[in-house]
């Protein structure tokens, strides 16, 4: 089945510091969606792209969908300690009719202020 | 719009008890899902629905029933509760077809934590 694996499962990084995590499929995706999670609360959707090499910017949140949509990745620029929470990639395969949601494990980030 | 809502926010059972998780949404989506959330496991999908009259397993359907005979209701039956089964779990619903290329965007209930002893 498809696999959704998410890297780093936890990140700290110093207030201002820049933060990254990436997701890669074992399969192609039709697209992919990224979710925040603060602690203690539930998933909260951030975005979903589609097209292969799409790259959207929320404020200072980057997000780019690869060439071959097999992968992807969340950048934040000069985090804040608003930024805390857990970010999830969730990938919907590329097959006709195919409705579910693959997440990924989730990178946990800590911003010490 | 209350959006997503669960029902209860805690719940303790003993071994072997049976018990209803129940999910409401007033958005009119035709999507809906149950997920279980175990520390450093993500996301897992139980069981979907496309729609009303319409279910399917997930990932990790096992133990776990469903039904939705409407559109906002789409509750999860625990038959034999076991400790394996102690989790969050949250409901979540999407537009679909209706709404077009978001129509996959998840809305998520404030969910349910289980223990089960």
């Known amino acids: 089945g498809q696999q959704v694996m998410q890297i780093p499962q936890y990140q700290h990084v110093q207030e201002g510091e820049d933060f990254t995590t990436y997701c890669n499929s074992s399969?192609?995706?039709?697209?992919i969606q990224w979710y925040k999670q603060r602690p203690g609360g539930h998933p909260v959707f951030l975005i979903q792209l589609v097209k292969s090499g799409e790259v959207k910017k929320q404020k200072r949140l980057t997000f780019q969908f690869g060439e071959a949509k097999k992968n992807s990745s969340l950048h934040i620029t000069a985090t804040q300690t608003t930024d805390v929470g857990t970010y999830f990639c969730a990938g919907r395969g590329s097959g006709a009719g195919s409705y579910q949601l693959t997440f990924g494990k989730g990178t946990k980030l800590s911003v010490i202020p | 719009n209350a959006g997503v809502t669960q029902t209860p926010k805690f719940q303790v059972l003993k071994t072997g008890q049976s018990m209803t998780l129940q999910c409401a949404q007033d958005m009119n989506h035709e999507y809906m899902s149950w997920y279980r959330q175990d520390p450093g496991m993500g996301l897992r999908l139980i069981h979907y629905?496309?729609?009303?009259?319409?279910?399917d397993q997930g990932e990790v359907p096992n133990g776990y029933n469903v039904s939705r005979s409407t559109t906002e209701d789409f509750p999860l039956r625990l038959l034999s509760a076991a400790p394996s089964q102690t989790s969050v779990y949250f409901c979540?619903?999407?537009?679909?077809?209706?709404?077009?290329?978001?129509?996959?965007?998840?809305?998520f209930g404030p969910g349910t934590r289980l223990t089960v002893l």
């Open positions: 979540a619903s999407s537009p679909g077809l209706a709404g077009g290329r978001m129509g996959n965007e998840q809305f």
């Open positions: 399969t192609t995706l039709s697209n």
């Open positions: 629905s496309v729609g009303a009259g319409i279910t």
